[in-house]
């Protein structure tokens, strides 16, 4: 058995992620974690869709976690959303009025995740998006990608993650309109359509 001196950072060798699935869903989601836009407010957008793996079957126990600006561009810097009541120690959700841009949808039965959210503003050079992370089933590290949303077409032209991709391969981070307020994102973990990830060095 070899011993690894673990006081010196430089020696200790990095290790994979551990898988995430199933056993994830145990602690991870929460009550009303799609929720993420404050109860009433004249902005909220919806977002839904699906999250299939390579063969274009839905999956039953992804998590999708968004993380998004506010309308004006700026990250929220309020407390999060898993707040305990000091007293019980239970879980209280979120409190309806502040807005965190930050929530963990669980895919249901069917493989479908939505979420209640404000449309973000922009920041820097980039078009308006909502970060994405999804863990699944087989997934030994979470994979990250954007939402970017329809309707402002300058916008999204000059951005330069998306002007760097081949028309195609750019149509899986932009959402479709479905409505008012509504859009549909699909992440394809592999495959026809593959959903284009990002790599965080």
């Keep these: 058995m070899t011993k690894i001196d673990t006081s010196a ?3 200790v060798l990095p290790t994979p992620s551990h898988t995430v699935g199933p056993f994830y869903g145990y602690a991870l989601p929460f009550p009303g974690g ?3 836009a404050p109860i009433g407010h004249p902005d909220t957008i919806t977002l839904q869709g699906y999250v299939y793996d390579g063969e274009g079957r839905p999956l039953p126990d992804a998590l999708v ?3 998004g600006a506010d309308p004006q561009g700026d990250v929220p810097q309020v407390d999060g959303s898993l707040r305990r009541d000091p007293a019980t120690g ?3 959700g979120r409190n309806g009025v502040e807005f965190t841009g930050w929530g963990r949808i669980q895919t249901d039965a069917n493989g479908h995740w939505y979420a209640r959210t404000l449309r973000p503003g ?3 050079r980039s078009a308006p998006y909502l970060s994405v992370c999804v863990f699944a089933r087989g997934l030994l590290v979470h994979l990250f990608t954007r939402i970017y949303l329809p309707g402002d077409s300058t916008a999204l032209a000059a951005d330069p993650l998306l002007a760097g991709l081949d028309e195609r391969r750019r149509a899986t981070l932009i959402a479709a309109e479905q409505g008012e307020a509504a859009y549909r994102f699909d992440i394809r973990l592999q495959g026809e359509g593959e959903t284009v990830f990002l ?3």
């Design 122 to 124: 922009a920041r820097g």
């Design 65 to 67: 976690e968004l993380w």
């Design 199 to 201: 790599e965080f060095r």
């Design 90 to 92: 239970g879980h209280l």
């Design 34 to 36: 799609g929720d993420i």
């Design 9 to 11: 950072p430089d020696d």
